[in-house]
């Protein structure tokens, strides 16, 4: 199985305050995301990396800035959080799965800001 | 504007009945769709990829058929269990860099 972990498990943060959360890797997969899941919302993509220093917004980047300096290390930044920022973070990679492929997930960080 | 679509009331069905779960989209055209499943307080995990040109695929006790001029996938899942209840999520292409675009999902709970 790919190795993927993502830090923290749980953070709480006062609002206004930059929070980084870490996505690693351990396998060189090229493709990585971050996406955010919310109640009635279902996961949606945040960013996501195509390779090192190569990144791309997704449906709802805003307030959220990412940085990949190593294949192996993809961050999610929030410059200033907002309470509106309060949801459960998914890393995942592109990874084959035999003749397809599909994705692996972390076991996501669940961040409350106050 | 684009949108996926699962029913988003609970699914309950006995062992050993098949489960049908349903995905519509609108305003997509998607090379592939794919399904995960969902664990409470766990991540994805994927269980099936079905391209545009393939009818049906079946993996074990799931089956997923892909209809693209209906724009709807169902996913099944044959005798089913108890340890099958969770959350189905379906996923549709979306661009390239293997972006997916995720609906809500829909819970299943197995009941004795």
């Known amino acids: 199985d790919a190795g993927i972990t993502q830090s923290p498990r749980h953070k709480v943060t006062e609002t206004g305050t930059p929070v980084t959360l870490r996505c690693h890797q351990t396998?060189?997969?090229?493709?990585m995301y971050w996406y955010r899941q919310d109640p009635g919302h279902g996961l949606r993509l945040i960013h996501y990396?195509?390779?090192?220093?190569?990144?791309d917004k997704g449906e709802v980047s805003d307030g959220y800035s990412v940085s990949r300096s190593k294949t192996e290390d993809f961050l999610l930044t929030l410059e200033s959080a907002t309470s509106s920022q309060t949801s459960v973070y998914f890393c995942?990679?592109?990874?084959?799965?035999?003749?397809?492929?599909?994705?692996?997930f972390g076991s996501g960080t669940r961040l409350t800001v106050v | 504007s684009q949108k996926i679509e699962q029913n988003s009331e609970a699914l309950n069905i006995q062992e050993g009945k098949t489960a049908t779960l349903t995905c519509n989209y609108t305003n997509y055209s998607p090379a592939y769709l794919q399904w995960y499943r969902q664990d409470p307080g766990r991540g994805p995990v994927f269980l099936l990829l079905i391209r545009e040109n393939e009818k049906e695929k079946r993996k074990e006790r799931l089956k997923v058929t892909f209809d693209t001029t209906l724009k709807q996938s169902l996913f099944h899942i044959t005798a089913s269990q108890p340890a099958d209840s969770a959350t189905y999520l379906c996923a549709l292409s979306t661009g390239g860099g293997n972006k997916l675009t995720f609906g809500t999902g829909t819970q299943l709970k197995v009941e004795l």
């Open positions: 396998e060189n997969h090229r493709y």
């Open positions: 995942a990679i592109s990874v084959s799965q035999g003749y397809d492929y599909g994705y692996t």
């Open positions: 990396s195509y390779g090192v220093k190569d990144t």
